[in-house]
């Protein structure tokens, strides 16, 4: 099996398929046309229909998911400090139905921890962060290496343009 074959699989997988890896987290959502990406510490992924223009953190909205919604392995595989998480964001064409995950249009990665205070227990949004910031339900992973404001200009244009997103999130546990 292809490498792309293997992370179409664990997109598939982790959507609720027997066999899913409990270590991936799959999220779906679409652009919006407040979508600016100028948070220069946070990236966040939201339940609701709707973004304001003060929302410059916010890349997707109407995720099919929240942190509620993830694997307990994954959870606890998240709340470790020398976890590595990864978050993908793999963005289509405006007007597509979804994102090809074997060759998207669009495509940015940052690379943060975990921590022994992640809850993951949020029902609406996801924000990963480049600080250590913990203290809510909702953050992703911490100390990452990049935010909202890091991410391609072109993915950004068509997330503005109501692009549909896949977050795919993968946490390396310590060794």
Do not use: K
């Not at 997707?60 to 595989?77: I, K, L, N, Q, W």
């Not at 978050?87 to 690379?111: K, L, M, N, Y």
């Amino acid at each position: 099996m292809s490498d792309a074959e293997s992370a179409e699989s664990n997109d598939v997988e982790s959507a609720g398929q027997p066999g899913a890896d409990p270590l991936v987290e799959v999220v779906r959502a679409v652009g919006h046309e407040h979508v600016t990406a100028e948070h220069a510490s946070t990236v966040e992924l939201t339940t609701d229909d709707w973004l304001t223009p003060a929302g410059d953190c916010i890349v997707g909205v109407e995720a099919d998911r929240a942190p509620r919604d993830f694997s307990p392995e994954f959870r606890e595989s998240c709340q470790d400090s020398g976890a590595t998480i990864t978050a993908r964001f793999a963005v289509g064409d405006p007007g597509d139905d979804g994102v090809d995950s074997d060759d998207p249009s669009h495509v940015d990665e940052f690379v943060g921890r975990g921590d022994p205070d992640l809850a993951l227990l949020d029902d609406r949004s996801m924000v990963g962060r480049t600080s250590d910031y913990t203290d809510d339900e909702r953050t992703i992973f911490v100390d990452g290496d990049g935010a909202a404001a890091d991410l391609d200009r072109d993915l950004v244009d068509a997330l503005a343009e109501g692009a549909p997103l896949t977050l795919r999130l993968e946490v390396d546990p310590a060794e």
